[in-house]
């Protein structure tokens, strides 16, 4: 089973910026893509971005020109720079692995507020 640990989330102010971090491990086979996911009390759960283990990136657009998706494939980490953030952004992120089947973080708040 693969494991997945989140880190970066908080609170911050409209405009800032946070970097979350999501790193595997455990995993068997190689990961074909990473991504950042998240949900917002009373929402379905959304894509935000998406990375390949080719570099291809996909993003919502809510936050196309805001976030930045990337990933280090030795490593098996993934990163979510986000910047001028606005309180929609508020939500719970949780990072994706795609494997041999699908694996979730536990979570990470980023709170938007001032």
């Known amino acids: 089973q693969v494991q997945l640990v989140e880190s970066g989330g908080g609170l911050v102010q409209p405009g800032g910026s946070l970097r979350l971090s999501c790193a595997a491990s455990?995993?068997?086979?190689?990961?074909?893509?990473m991504g950042w996911y998240r949900q917002a009390p009373g929402k379905q759960r959304e894509l935000v971005a998406r990375i390949t283990s080719l570099g291809i990136t996909n993003y919502a657009d809510s936050v196309k020109g805001r976030f930045t998706i990337s990933r280090d494939n030795a490593k098996n980490t993934v990163y979510l720079q986000m910047n001028s953030l606005k309180p929609e952004d508020t939500a719970v992120y949780y990072c994706?692995?795609?494997?041999?089947?699908?694996?979730w973080g536990q979570g990470t708040q980023v709170t938007v507020s001032s």
């Open positions: 455990g995993n068997r086979f190689s990961i074909n893509a």
């Open positions: 994706n692995v795609a494997t041999m089947g699908n694996y």
